[in-house]
Every structure is written in structure tokens, then in C-alpha cells.
């Protein structure tokens, strides 16, 4: 039995090309999140309560690729939905993400001075 428009078939669906590159999208963004979580993770394998300025992968590019990867995993998502919700909370995420990753980024360059400068705060070279 199937649970969908006589128009559209459930079959058809994932071979839309908006379907494929949503979920291209998510798990691309569900791989730099994880590795952003773990990699964050790492810097304290100790409990110690210092900080550091993290190094490698995605942290090359921009200073929060947590937030990019999941920003990334809700745009796939609402790729493959292809609806309103999915587009709202993608624009709720960034409406998050975005203030989150500014704080962040500027608090990374106000305490280390050797920051590096072409780091972004958010996406890998425009922001």
C-alpha cells in the first residue's frame, strides 16, 4: 500500500534529482558535524578547563564547522522534503547559527592573537 499523491509515486521520488542532493547534502553535513563535535572533544581529553584553538579539517576553513555541517544537514533536509517546514527550520537553524558562530569566531580572535585571519566564522570562505 502506498501513501501518496496517484500523481507522484513513492518510487519516483528518491530518483528526483532535489531528493538526491538533499540527502547528498545532509550526509555531508552530518560528516562535518560529527567530526566538529569530536575534534571539540578531543581538545579536553582530560577534564582540564583551559582552551585551545582547534586545528585541522574544517577548522582550517571557519572557526565553527558544527554549525556549518548542521546548517548544511537541515538545507538537505529540506531539499529531500521539498516543503514549507523543512524551509523554516533551515531559516530557523541559520537565525541561530549564524549570531552563534559571530559570538564564537570573535571570541576566538579577541583570545588568541594568533589567530588566523582568513578563517571565516561560519562558511568556508564568504563568512
Given at each position: 500500500m502506498k501513501y501518496s499523491s496517484p500523481k507522484t509515486p513513492v518510487g519516483d521520488y528518491y530518483m528526483?534529482?532535489?531528493?538526491?542532493?538533499?540527502?547528498?547534502?545532509?550526509?555531508?553535513?552530518?560528516?562535518?558535524?560529527?567530526?566538529?563535535?569530536?575534534?571539540?572533544?578531543?581538545?579536553?581529553p582530560d577534564e582540564s578547563s583551559g582552551y585551545a584553538v582547534p586545528k585541522g579539517g574544517p577548522f582550517e576553513l571557519v572557526s565553527c564547522p558544527n554549525y556549518f555541517g548542521e546548517m548544511l544537514e537541515w538545507f538537505g533536509w529540506a531539499l529531500c522534503t521539498w516543503s514549507a517546514a523543512g524551509l523554516v527550520w533551515f531559516l530557523f537553524g541559520c537565525g541561530t547559527f549564524i549570531p552563534r558562530a559571530m559570538h564564537n569566531h570573535k571570541w576566538y580572535k579577541d583570545r588568541f592573537p594568533d589567530y588566523p585571519q582568513k578563517r571565516r566564522a561560519l562558511i568556508p570562505f564568504l563568512y
Open positions: 528526483d534529482p532535489r531528493f538526491i542532493l538533499g540527502a547528498a547534502l545532509f550526509l555531508l553535513g552530518f560528516c562535518i558535524n560529527r567530526y566538529a563535535d569530536i575534534k571539540l572533544r578531543m581538545l579536553r
